[in-house]
């Protein structure tokens, strides 16, 4: 319990020191969003916030995965498995949104992508788990639920 306490002191530590120099690098960068013209005003106003956060995000969450395995964790590769595949479908998503005239990757296609990369990882998650993720319910049934909720 210490333990677990001290990784998320330590990970929020962290990102109260990284991510302001993550944003004024990503805006020395003009790694700013692209706003349609079509769209609302209330939109509009968005135009050139720095998008690509994701990466410390994501960093920092591997961080804190890596002393959960440590401290000897289950269920810990799944969740860390998650959080690989959902930031590199961000990191996708957001790289072709820097492209002048495009909204990033389109939701017919995300969510097949999104599917893919969540099978595994449910199942994962429904075998490897440890007893933080017990649900009392037959893998038949945990299993489409975990998969559903990863996409979500």
């Known amino acids: 319990m210490i333990f677990d306490l001290g990784t998320f002191v330590i990970a929020f530590a962290l990102a109260l020191v990284i991510y302001p120099q993550a944003i004024r690098t990503l805006r020395r960068l003009k790694a700013g969003q692209v706003i349609q013209e079509?769209?609302?005003?209330?939109?509009?106003?968005k135009a050139g916030t720095p998008t690509g956060g994701g990466i410390v995000f994501v960093a920092?969450?591997?961080?804190?995965?890596?002393?959960?395995?440590?401290?000897?964790?289950?269920?810990?590769?799944?969740?860390?498995?998650?959080?690989?595949?959902?930031?590199?479908i961000g990191f996708a998503d957001d790289r072709s949104k820097l492209r002048v005239g495009t909204r990033g990757i389109p939701a017919r296609l995300?969510?097949?992508?999104?599917?893919?990369?969540?099978?595994?990882?449910?199942?994962?998650?429904?075998?490897?788990?440890?007893?933080?993720?017990?649900?009392?319910?037959?893998?038949?049934?945990v299993f489409p639920l975990a998969v559903a909720a990863i996409v979500a």
């Open 38 to 45: 079509e769209l609302p005003d209330s939109h509009q106003k």
């Open 60 to 88: 920092l969450a591997i961080v804190g995965g890596l002393l959960a395995a440590l401290a000897g964790h289950s269920g810990t590769l799944p969740s860390m498995a998650g959080l690989v595949a959902g930031g590199l």
């Open 110 to 141: 995300k969510l097949p992508i999104q599917l893919v990369l969540a099978i595994p990882i449910a199942w994962l998650a429904t075998v490897q788990g440890g007893p933080q993720l017990f649900l009392p319910a037959t893998p038949w049934v």
